[in-house]
């Protein structure tokens, strides 16, 4: 069955719906055969009630409140949406003639209207001429008419919906606004609409969890408003910068809190000038992984078997953890130099071509070639923050845009060989990420970790080249060859090192892992955790191999033992005698050797085979688990000291910029 999806509503016909739920004109509010009085024929005003029975009446409109203030009553209502409501409530018990609808518009000055399916702020709300705080949240606006907004409204709450455009909320905004609130929404630039141009009075201001990028551009926005205090940018691509904290401090000097977090005396102090370098505020963020060790990794099969193993193959096991993470700005603007650098020598080429005086026909491959190359950087690239779309545009509104595409790289630890001790790794890689959209929606997602199994084969490259001669003789290949010779066992004394042909590796997942990066985006800058993997299905431990091998070991001695009183059997046939030393021979040879294998076989397996390892289960503890200690750390500046960066920092990035021109 289909589920009934709500039709959109106005914020004004959302007030009157929440209006109704007071109940005003029904018990024990309003003037109904509940309230009693002496003259019937006497209109219901507030000279109805006489000196003489004051007392009664008194007692029943004390009553009638009770039934409207307590919690535990049960007509009542719910008071949330507004502060007066329960206020107004009260004045239907006490002063009923009072309702009147111009009373009811003119009695509220705080309005919330949250979760309502709200998606047009209409021109019902001027008839609240007194209102001062408006709070739509949780709705599905995507733009704001501040014509439709009372100018008595001083905190305005806009949270939680799908505004991606300011420009009509800054046409005609409420000169008297203090506070402005439009976090979790869709907006990627400010452009010129908030300013102090529009909101002489704004002193704090929410833009939390939304798809801010160029914080130099943004802050320069921001420091038009001249008596802004409060300020909420956590949650945009921006303050995943390092620096984003000491430079919005240093360039909003009266600026009290940020963040929902006091900016204290010795923060300006240590933060101070940072402004003025701008040069080194990048739109990057930088990230740093650690994996120190791992613990419960299985031993291979191999040290677990009792029998002899063969010289060949050898069998070599390495261990090592992988974590997919976004791909690192100084690899990518390589890839992207080399791949200018060849687009160049094609064009060269092609030039060439043309003026050696080539037939078209390749000139009409070389420009259908281009075009492909072109179209694949293009996809594989993913967005980054600068240039923003233009939100005039109305082909493009980042509310219908998709996610940005993540480009994930696999970065993995060196492979060690299983030990008893465990496995230190002692792993540590700085990256760092230009595309701050996409690391915010990796953040959202979590990192992928896997402990991994690389299994090589290794054989002597001689046999290699028997089964090449024996593959390769009927086209005559490997004749010219001689046979390898008899005397290998001394050769192998004499020379120790054998060359030997690796096969490709076969990569198994012993455990995987998802670790929770959503931290980063609310503000930590740190994350040290020991992860638990899950085993994946399908594979087995080193010890559940060796007890397949002896399980297998057991099968075929009792096939063997089979194949051995089949071949007993026909020589009673033989045997010279008298006709009943024949038939007892026959019995013998054929009845008592085929029922006692079969009891025995029949005993044998429960006994010998399910019991024992029944009972060895049962008495082997669980394997450990799996574990991974890590720690992820967001870079963060602490004073603006930090911003200068290193002398082999200055040299990399002369290296890059000299490649790229290049």
Same mark, same amino acid.
């Given at each position: 069955?289909?589920?009934?999806?709500?039709?959109?509503?106005?914020?004004?016909?959302? @007030?009157?719906?929440?209006?109704?739920?007071?109940?005003?004109?029904?018990?024990?509010?309003?003037?109904?055969?509940?309230?009693?009085?002496?003259?019937?024929?006497?209109?219901?005003?507030? @000279?109805?009630?006489?000196?003489?029975?004051?007392?009664?009446?008194?007692?029943?409109?004390?009553?009638?409140?009770?039934?409207?203030?307590?919690?535990?009553?049960?007509?009542?209502?719910?008071?949330?949406?507004?502060?007066?409501?329960?206020? =107004?409530?009260?004045?239907?018990?006490?002063?009923?003639? =009072?309702?009147?609808?111009? #009373?009811?518009?003119?009695? #509220?000055?705080?309005?919330?209207?949250?979760?309502?399916?709200?998606?047009?702020?209409?021109?019902?709300?001027?008839?609240?001429?007194?209102?001062?705080?408006?709070?739509?949240?949780?709705? +599905?606006?995507?733009?704001?008419?501040?014509?439709?907004?009372? *100018?008595?409204?001083?905190?305005?709450?806009?949270?939680?919906?799908?505004?991606?455009?300011?420009?009509?909320?800054?046409?005609?905004?409420?000169?008297?606004?203090? +506070?402005?609130?439009?976090?979790?929404?869709?907006?990627?630039?400010?452009?010129?609409?908030?300013?102090?141009?529009?909101?002489?009075?704004?002193?704090?201001?929410?833009?939390?969890?939304?798809?801010?990028?160029?914080?130099?551009?943004?802050?320069?926005?921001?420091?038009?408003?001249?008596?802004?205090?409060?300020?909420?940018?956590?949650?945009?691509?921006?303050?995943?910068?390092?620096?984003?904290?000491? @430079?919005?401090?240093?360039?909003?000097?009266?600026?009290? !809190?940020?963040?929902?977090?006091?900016?204290?005396?010795?923060?300006?102090?240590?933060?101070?000038?940072?402004?003025?370098?701008?040069?080194?505020?990048?739109?990057?963020?930088?990230?740093?992984?650690?994996?120190?060790?791992?613990?419960?990794?299985?031993?291979?099969?191999?040290?677990?078997?009792?029998?002899?193993?063969?010289?060949?193959?050898?069998?070599?096991?390495?261990?090592?953890? &992988?974590?997919?993470?976004?791909?690192?700005?100084?690899?990518?603007?390589?890839?992207?130099?080399?791949?200018?650098?060849?687009?160049?020598?094609?064009?060269?080429?092609?030039?060439?071509?043309?003026?050696?005086?080539?037939?078209?026909?390749?000139?009409?491959?070389?420009?259908?070639?281009?075009?492909?190359?072109?179209?694949?950087?293009?996809?594989?690239?993913?967005?980054?923050?600068?240039?923003?779309?233009?939100?005039?545009?109305?082909?493009?509104?980042?509310?219908?845009?998709?996610?940005?595409?993540?480009?994930?790289?696999?970065?993995?630890?060196?492979?060690?060989?299983?030990?008893?001790?465990?496995?230190?790794?002692?792993?540590?890689?700085?990256?760092?990420?230009?595309? =701050?959209?996409?690391?915010?929606?990796? @953040?959202?997602?979590?990192?992928?970790?896997? !402990? *991994?199994?690389?299994?090589?084969?290794?054989?002597?490259?001689?046999?290699?080249?028997?089964?090449?001669?024996?593959?390769?003789?009927?086209?005559?290949?490997?004749?010219?060859?001689?046979?390898?010779?008899?005397?290998? *066992?001394?050769?192998?004394?004499?020379?120790?090192?054998?060359?030997?042909? +690796?096969?490709?590796?076969?990569?198994?997942?012993?455990?995987?892992?998802? =670790?929770?990066?959503?931290?980063?985006?609310?503000?930590?800058?740190?994350?040290?955790?020991?992860?638990?993997? %899950?085993?994946?299905?399908?594979?087995?431990?080193?010890?559940?191999?060796?007890?397949?091998?002896?399980?297998?070991?057991?099968?075929?001695?009792?096939? *063997?033992?089979? %194949?051995?009183?089949?071949?007993?059997?026909?020589?009673?046939?033989?045997?010279?005698?008298? /006709?009943?030393?024949? %038939?007892?021979?026959?019995?013998? /040879?054929?009845?008592?050797?085929?029922?006692?294998?079969?009891?025995?076989?029949?005993?044998?397996?429960?006994?010998?085979?399910?019991?024992?390892?029944?009972?060895? &289960?049962?008495?082997?503890?669980?394997?450990?688990?799996?574990?991974?200690?890590?720690?992820?750390?967001?870079?963060?500046?602490?004073?603006?000291?930090?911003?200068?960066?290193?002398?082999?920092?200055? &040299?990399?990035?002369?290296?890059?910029?000299?490649?790229?021109?290049?």
């Amino acid at each position: 069955m289909m589920m009934p999806v709500a039709s959109r509503t106005d914020a004004f016909t959302a @007030f009157q719906s929440q209006l109704r739920t007071l109940c005003l004109n029904e018990f024990p509010c309003g003037s109904g055969s509940w309230r009693t009085s002496t003259e019937k024929n006497v209109s219901d005003t507030r @000279f109805t009630v006489t000196l003489k029975d004051y007392g009664a009446n008194k007692e029943q409109e004390e009553a009638l409140e009770e039934f409207v203030t307590s919690k535990f009553s049960p007509y009542s209502v719910d008071y949330s949406w507004s502060d007066e409501a329960k206020g =107004l409530r009260e004045i239907a018990v006490k002063s009923p003639w =009072l309702i009147t609808e111009d #009373f009811i518009h003119n009695h #509220f000055k705080t309005l919330r209207i949250v979760d309502k399916n709200v998606h047009h702020l209409d021109t019902g709300l001027l008839k609240l001429p007194y209102l001062e705080e408006l709070t739509v949240t949780a709705n +599905h606006l995507t733009t704001v008419h501040s014509q439709n907004i009372p *100018k008595t409204v001083k905190v305005l709450e806009l949270v939680a919906n799908k505004i991606d455009d300011l420009e009509q909320l800054c046409e005609d905004p409420p000169p008297e606004l203090q +506070h402005l609130g439009l976090g979790l929404n869709n907006i990627s630039a400010l452009h010129d609409y908030i300013t102090g141009a529009y909101w002489p009075c704004l002193l704090s201001l929410d833009l939390s969890h939304n798809n801010l990028c160029d914080l130099i551009e943004i802050i320069n926005k921001l420091s038009s408003l001249p008596k802004l205090r409060n300020l909420v940018l956590l949650g945009n691509p921006l303050a995943l910068i390092p620096g984003y904290r000491g @430079f919005t401090i240093d360039s909003l000097r009266k600026l009290d !809190i940020l963040d929902d977090l006091m900016i204290s005396a010795d923060e300006k102090h240590h933060f101070k000038g940072l402004a003025r370098r701008k040069e080194y505020v990048l739109d990057e963020a930088k990230m740093t992984v650690k994996i120190s060790a791992a613990t419960g990794i299985p031993p291979p099969p191999e040290m677990l078997s009792t029998e002899e193993v063969p010289l060949y193959p050898v069998t070599t096991r390495t261990y090592y953890v &992988e974590f997919k993470f976004l791909e690192d700005f100084q690899s990518k603007t390589r890839a992207e130099s080399d791949n200018k650098k060849e687009q160049e020598k094609d064009k060269d080429q092609e030039k060439d071509a043309v003026a050696n005086g080539n037939p078209a026909g390749g000139d009409d491959g070389g420009d259908k070639e281009n075009p492909v190359t072109i179209t694949e950087e293009s996809s594989d690239v993913t967005s980054t923050c600068s240039p923003q779309p233009d939100p005039k545009d109305p082909t493009l509104t980042p509310s219908h845009t998709p996610p940005p595409t993540l480009k994930l790289v696999p970065y993995r630890t060196k492979g060690i060989h299983w030990t008893e001790a465990g496995f230190q790794f002692q792993y540590s890689q700085d990256i760092v990420i230009d595309d =701050l959209p996409a690391l915010k929606e990796y @953040f959202k997602k979590g990192m992928e970790l896997s !402990i *991994k199994e690389d299994k090589i084969l290794s054989r002597p490259a001689e046999t290699e080249e028997s089964t090449e001669e024996s593959k390769g003789g009927k086209d005559g290949k490997g004749k010219d060859k001689p046979p390898p010779p008899t005397g290998d *066992k001394k050769k192998k004394k004499k020379e120790p090192e054998v060359e030997l042909v +690796h096969s490709p590796p076969e990569v198994s997942v012993l455990g995987t892992y998802t =670790l929770e990066l959503a931290e980063f985006i609310e503000g930590e800058y740190m994350i040290d955790e020991t992860c638990t993997c %899950k085993g994946q299905e399908g594979t087995t431990t080193g010890e559940e191999e060796a007890l397949k091998e002896e399980d297998d070991g057991t099968d075929s001695k009792k096939d *063997k033992k089979k %194949k051995k009183e089949r071949s007993d059997s026909p020589k009673g046939k033989k045997g010279k005698g008298d /006709g009943k030393e024949s %038939k007892e021979g026959k019995d013998k /040879g054929k009845k008592p050797a085929s029922k006692p294998d079969k009891k025995e076989s029949k005993a044998k397996r429960p006994g010998s085979g399910k019991s024992q390892h029944s009972d060895e &289960e049962e008495e082997k503890p669980p394997p450990p688990p799996l574990t991974v200690s890590i720690s992820v750390e967001l870079h963060h500046w602490k004073t603006a000291q930090e911003s200068i960066p290193s002398q082999t920092v200055m &040299e990399k990035m002369a290296l890059l910029e000299e490649t790229i021109h290049e």
